[in-house]
């Protein structure tokens, strides 16, 4: 499993892209596909900043939702998943990407509405 944007998680039996906080990645994930050379995963995890002020908190630049999704699309493995979490369904090219799920995440009242896409990796 890799986890992209994966802040202050601690290490684990996974491995980890970040570009600010210590990974096993410390980079950007758009650079992600040169810096593994061709290595890929059969799930992906991604937690990007939802908006420009959670960006800002965060310490990290916001990221272009599309570019991730092609970035992602070359270190994910034919046929397996990426599990995206954010407050919008991100574009996305079909010919990279098939919608296999979506789930709507509701902590409590006042609080963002999240949704969990589901992404099989087309062959």
């Known amino acids: 499993t890799l986890h992209v944007f994966s802040g202050s998680l601690a290490a684990g039996q996974y491995r980890r892209c970040d570009a600010v ?6 980079c ?3 650079d992600l596909p040169a810096r593994v050379a061709g290595e890929t995963w059969p799930l992906v995890l991604a937690d990007p900043p939802y908006s ?4 800002e908190k965060y310490g990290t630049p916001m990221v272009n939702r599309g570019k991730v999704l092609r970035a992602l699309a070359q270190v994910t493995a034919p046929g397996r998943h990426l599990v ?7 574009m996305h090219r079909k010919a990279e990407w098939r919608t296999a ?8 009242t006042n609080h963002r509405v999240r949704l969990v896409s589901i992404f099989e990796r087309v062959a």
């Open 21 to 26: 906080q210590e990974a096993e990645y410390q």
């Open 28 to 30: 950007s994930v758009y």
């Open 52 to 55: 420009a002020a959670d960006a």
């Open 84 to 90: 995206w979490l954010d407050t919008v369904w991100p």
């Open 101 to 108: 799920g979506r789930i709507l995440l509701q902590r409590s």
